[in-house]
């Protein structure tokens, strides 16, 4: 009886996942959660003085651009609408290689394929990630028999695959 409560709640939490897709690599998360675009050059180098610039599909629209220092969090200079006041990077990272980023409250519109290039790099560098933003399921939960010692219920989840 107590597992089911903790079976349930592993059931219906949905957070992000990041798996290797090809050359790329994806990241699944539910509407409304925050994504994490990931993005490191190997072998790992400070870039704080680097520039990278991310941008989402063949729209090629601007999601993020750093430059040593300045960001688009600060001015918001080209970024799409879309992305304005969604988008968020590891300044503490960047010693590291980081040039992950953040984007908060996904949206089905969000998914999408994102480029994270570094431009004046020798050869110049470009990462591929697909964002796939999917809507949760809520579970339908029906009581079969309760009694006195017991409680048994059924648990339906909707699967709903996203195609690619």
Not at 3 to 25: H, K, R
Not at 128 to 136: D, H, K, P, S, Y
Request: charged share 25%.
């Amino acid at each position: 009886m107590e597992l089911l409560p903790l079976v349930c709640l592993c059931l219906l939490s949905c957070s992000g996942e990041t798996s290797a897709a090809g050359d790329g690599v994806k990241v699944l998360v539910k509407e409304g959660s925050d994504a994490v675009l990931p993005c490191s050059l190997r072998p790992k180098e400070d870039i704080t003085r680097q520039t990278f610039d991310w941008r989402k599909d063949e729209s090629q629209k601007d999601v993020f651009f750093y430059n040593s220092g300045i960001h688009s969090d600060n001015s918001n200079i080209g970024q799409d609408e879309q992305f304005k006041g969604r988008v968020s990077h590891f300044q503490d990272q960047l010693k590291n290689s980081n040039a992950s980023i953040k984007i908060i409250k996904t949206k089905m519109v969000d998914s999408g394929n994102y480029s994270c290039i570094f431009p004046n790099l020798q050869p110049r560098q470009t990462f591929i990630i697909e964002l796939v933003v999917g809507a949760a399921p809520k579970p339908n939960i029906d009581i079969l028999a309760d009694t006195k010692t017991r409680v048994c219920c059924s648990v339906k989840l909707t699967v709903i695959h996203l195609l690619q």
